[in-house]
Nanobody, 126 residues
Framework: QVQLVESGGGLVQAGGSLRLSCAASGRAFSDSGMGWFRQAPRKEREFVASISWSGGSTYYADSVKGRFTITRDNVKNTGYLQMDSLKPEDSAIYYC???????????????????WGQGTQVTVSS
């Protein structure tokens, strides 16, 4: 079992930056691929970014490519999402997710993730 807790959300003006953190506890987080998803009101949950177990592979949604950076620190059992040049359309609840230990590659589909955090709100004002 892996427990995930996100932090770092908040209110920021357009063009600003936020850094989200995802603290993991429980079983081998370092052996799991992880990702970030977001869900805006009245919209489906959408993929944002994913990173492999080692951090050697990353993948981004086109809408955030070049503005967001996903990283992880397996010593600290923590994943991060650095968000720069934020836009109002980035406003959403952001969720981190982890795959089952042993599933260590990147993934873009929510059903491929076994563990989810509770979410953190990001609001970007224009």
């Amino acid at each position: 079992q892996v427990q995930l807790v996100e932090s770092g959300g908040g209110l920021v003006q357009a063009g600003g930056s936020l850094r989200l953190s995802c603290a993991a506890s429980g079983r081998a987080f370092s052996d799991s691929g992880m990702g970030w998803f977001r869900q805006a009101p009245r919209k489906e949950r959408e993929f944002v970014a994913s990173i492999s177990w080692s951090g050697g592979s990353t993948y981004y949604a086109d809408s955030v490519k070049g503005r967001f950076t996903i990283t992880r620190d397996n010593v600290k059992n923590t994943g991060y999402l650095q968000m720069d040049s934020l836009k109002p359309e980035d406003s959403a609840i952001y969720y981190c997710a982890a795959r089952r230990p042993g599933r260590n590659s990147i993934a873009t589909i929510p059903s491929l993730y076994n563990y989810w955090g509770q979410g953190t709100q990001v609001t970007v004002s224009s």
